[in-house]
């Protein structure tokens, strides 16, 4: 072997050797609490951007759906539950197994698996650009994951709160049965989890993703639907549920764009994200020890 040859093998065995330590377990665990720490602090820090995007839409949107909850109490509660009890058993079996896709943890878990992975990998060891892409995604994970789980546990307190009781609940129906700070769940049916967590996907989603929102409003209404259907909600409830989605949302989006994340100031319009083709050349930088820089 020639001298040039022995020095070449010498640097790419010296560079593998620093990849290996650069994923060791404590390089992971470093990496995992620097970027936590950088997250945090990006979303605590003061507002940098005077939000200019009209309150007027969505101030409409909810009203209007206010309105409809109130209206949906007198004049459609009592004859959806109707409805429903005359559905074949077949029908809502079928709902039975659609509504189940309206839990929140179908969101929550890859989301937040996503985020702890990014959070590991990404190095301070890998090119600027590099990271600055792997920020990207992470910042449009960590906004559907918190638009998803803040109006989640905002409704899990306050349906408690309120103990509006679930259809049929002693036997009958009566739209207007409540037994306030009742810690039942027999008596926790305003707002609906389940139409909070899938409206607040849709909206979440297709704001950042534009190209799903028809998918995600389609599944957002099925998830609705079954909560009506399996006889668990009112449509009153899954309306107020959508309520709050939509209201928590645009606050988050919001607060977002006021720290220069994900959405423009302006407009409320998602910044252009990094390309696919860029998002893989970073993925593939962090997963490879010897792209590591050294």
């Not at 990207?136 to 638009?147: D, E, I, M, N, Q």
């Not at 609940?169 to 926790?188: C, I, K, L, N, R």
Request: aromatic share 10%; glycine share 6%; charged share 15%.
């Amino acid at each position: 072997m020639n001298a040039p040859d022995a020095r070449c093998n010498q640097v790419n065995a010296t560079r593998l050797d620093h990849g290996a330590a650069a994923w060791s377990l404590p390089q992971l665990t470093r990496n995992l609490k620097t970027n936590i720490a950088l997250c945090l602090r990006a979303l605590i820090r003061p507002g940098r951007f005077a939000v200019r995007a009209s309150w007027f839409g969505t101030a409409l949107v909810a009203l209007a759906l206010m309105i409809a909850a109130a209206a949906s109490m007198v004049v459609l509660d009592a004859s959806a539950v109707d409805w429903a009890r005359g559905e074949p058993h077949w029908f809502r079996a079928v709902f039975e197994e659609i509504t189940q896709f309206g839990l929140s943890g179908w969101f929550l878990f890859p989301c937040g698996f996503v985020l702890l992975t990014l959070a590991a990998l990404t190095s301070p060891r890998l090119p600027t650009n590099m990271q600055a892409a792997l920020a990207a995604l992470g910042a449009r994970f960590g906004f559907v994951f918190l638009a998803i789980a803040a109006p989640g546990l905002f409704v899990s307190i306050v349906k408690r709160l309120i103990g509006r009781a679930r259809p049929l609940v002693g036997g009958h129906e009566d739209p207007f049965a409540y037994m306030p700070f009742t810690w039942s769940p027999a008596f926790a049916s305003m707002p609906s989890g389940h139409a909070t967590t899938a409206v607040a996907a849709a909206i979440a989603i297709g704001a950042i993703w534009p190209r799903t929102q028809i998918v995600m409003w389609l599944y957002a209404a099925a998830i609705m639907l079954s909560r009506v259907a399996v006889l668990a909600h009112h449509p009153s409830d899954v309306i107020a549920g959508a309520l709050v989605a939509l209201v928590g949302t645009c606050l988050l989006r919001r607060f977002f764009a006021a720290r220069g994340l994900v959405f423009r100031a302006s407009d409320l319009a998602a910044k252009p994200a990094p390309s696919l083709g860029r998002f893989t050349t970073a993925l593939r930088q962090t997963i490879s020890p010897r792209n590591v820089a050294a």
